[in-house]
């Protein structure tokens, strides 16, 4: 027998055996949306080490110092302020010579003031005192022309004692305008009295006032300059030793709040300090102040740095 060969069998739907070829447009958005992600990290990183780099670079805003530093500046301001303070000391007692005389004079210009104001209450009172004895003059002579028209004893009578009433009234207006015109006399006494004492208190103050001037405008340049450079050294000290090292100054009597050890003993007040405190205070790892008067204590290395 011949062997018969199979023919494939034709159908409708050819397409359904082909295989299906996925399309490449498909895949090229994956890629665009991977290459903006790697994009944006790199930005990322990029702020991030500019941000790194710009904190490196700023100043710190509060520097922390070494307590050798501080002790450095403490001494260096105690220093300045004590050529601030011997600069003062030449102007003496003038700057209180000058405030005690203004205030004097002030206080003479109120007593005067006050004075004159009493005087013009005085005249005031004078005058109307004599208006009262011109009223009283005035009645007298109406009841006594009212006398030659009485009908009556009973209306005398009566006129006669307004008459002695008025009359009474004239001499108690007289004594007080007496007593007035005296006390007037003396304020006006003591008006002129205090007016030439102000005029010479006045003089002086002129006085005093152009010596002062003239100090000041002899030190006033380096003194500005003082306390310029010592308001830039507070910068170095931080608020609670400022605080304690001002405190100190106001207390202490020469003014003096950071010392030198002298002969092993407190440059403020003497006091012998123990040697293991010396020590300490050499090693400056610490602010030690003396256990007597409170001032802080520094070495020698501290005030020849200084110098």
Request: hydrophobic share 30%; proline share 3%.
């Amino acid at each position: 027998m011949a062997k018969k060969t199979s023919t494939p069998i034709a159908t409708s739907e050819p397409s359904k055996l082909k295989k299906k070829v996925a399309p490449k447009a498909k895949s090229e958005p994956k890629q665009d949306v991977k290459k903006g992600e790697e994009k944006e990290q790199g930005m990322v990183q990029e702020t991030v080490v500019l941000e790194e780099k710009m904190k490196r670079e700023a100043p710190d805003e509060k520097l922390e110092y070494s307590n050798e530093q501080k002790l450095v500046a403490l001494y260096n301001l105690q220093q300045i302020d004590s050529q601030v303070d011997k600069i003062r000391i030449i102007r003496g007692e003038l700057p209180l010579e000058v405030q005690d005389l203004e205030d004097e004079i002030a206080g003479l210009e109120t007593r005067v003031d006050n004075y004159i104001q009493e005087t013009v209450q005085l005249e005031k009172s004078v005058l109307e005192k004599k208006n009262a004895i011109k009223e009283s003059q005035t009645l007298i002579k109406r009841y006594e022309e009212q006398q030659m028209n009485v009908r009556n004893n009973r209306e005398y009578d009566s006129l006669s004692k307004e008459i002695e009433f008025q009359n009474l009234e004239i001499q108690l207006s007289e004594k007080r305008i007496k007593e007035f015109q005296g006390t007037l006399e003396v304020k006006k006494q003591e008006i002129e009295r205090l007016q030439n004492v102000l005029e010479e208190r006045r003089g002086d103050l002129e006085i005093k006032k152009g010596e002062l001037d003239d100090i000041i405008a002899e030190t006033e340049k380096e003194e500005n300059e003082l306390i310029l450079s010592s308001e830039k050294n507070q910068e170095f000290i931080e608020e609670r030793l400022l605080a304690a090292y001002t405190r100190i100054r106001k207390n202490a009597r020469n003014g003096l709040a950071v010392v030198q050890i002298e002969r092993d003993a407190c440059g403020g007040c003497f006091n012998k300090i123990p040697p293991q405190h010396q020590l300490d205070i050499r090693m400056h790892k610490k602010i030690i102040v003396c256990e007597y008067c409170g001032r802080i204590l520094v070495d020698d290395g501290i005030v020849n740095y200084v110098k």
